[in-house]
């Protein structure tokens, strides 16, 4: 069982089903068999689809990945900060954006800058000190990771990726529909973006595919409790 497929099982059980099956019928569709009747196919929702060369991930993973463990590195306080990460891209190298964050960071702890200060620390790469709270655990905490090319083109290659991923998995799936009476297919997004309520809003609107699916959910691989479906 790959990520996107436990990510999905999590979802159903979420969502309260208790009888869900893997490969009920071995390696071909679906997935996995809910309540005996409701057959349900897994994808990740793929983030290039090989018409623009684009590939969101290779740019935005390292930074959130480099982000985490250099908040980790400052080890654990009494006082946790918040900080949030706005970029867009082309992406300055790591080591590069590393130093400012340092610069940043090593401000905030010693008190040279106030909550609500932001700077940018890098080209295109931007931190703000949300707020603090005596919670105790890490000194530093990623609150937020804002991709400013949503909206543009980023939220263009996702609805066209929306719109690859379904048409792939409905092709797979076509000899075996009339096995059982219900289809659903849930998409697995990277967990490096979360749905947001802002993303959520922007990816329904460029959410519009066909399909004939009795439900296509769209599921945060980052966290299987958060989803939107598309009608």
């Known amino acids: 069982m790959d990520h996107p ?19 009920p019928d071995g390696k071909k569709p ?9 057959a349900v196919e897994v994808r990740r929702l793929a983030q290039t689809n090989g018409t623009t060369g684009a590939d969101l991930d290779e740019s935005s993973i390292p930074l959130a990945n480099g ?8 080890g654990a306080s009494e006082v946790t900060r ?5 970029f867009s891209r082309p992406l300055p190298k790591w080591p590069q954006v590393r130093r400012g964050a340092r ?48 909206g543009g083109w980023l939220l263009g290659e996702y609805g066209r990726n929306l719109a ?18 219900e289809w659903w ?6 967990p490096v ?11 329904r609107k460029a959410s519009h595919v066909a399909h004939d699916l009795e439900r296509l959910i769209v599921v945060d691989g980052g966290d299987p409790t958060c989803y939107f479906e598309i009608s």
């Open 5 to 23: 497929e436990r990510v999905a099982l999590e979802h159903l059980r979420f969502r309260g089903f208790s009888s869900v099956v893997y490969e």
């Open 30 to 38: 679906p997935d996995f068999l809910v309540d005996g009747r409701i």
């Open 67 to 74: 982000l985490r463990g250099l908040f980790a590195s400052y």
């Open 82 to 86: 918040f900080i949030d990460a706005r």
């Open 103 to 150: 610069r940043f960071l090593d401000a905030v702890q010693t008190g040279q800058l106030p909550e609500g200060a932001s700077q940018t620390i890098a080209p295109n790469v931007a931190l703000q000190y949300v707020c603090s709270a005596r919670v105790g655990g890490a000194a530093f905490e990623l609150n937020d990771l804002d991709d400013s090319d949503w």
């Open 164 to 181: 690859f991923c379904v048409a792939e998995k409905l092709t797979k799936i076509r000899p075996f529909r009339y096995k059982y009476p």
């Open 185 to 190: 297919l849930i998409l697995v997004t990277q």
């Open 193 to 203: 973006y979360g749905l947001t309520k802002r993303n959520i809003s922007l990816f």
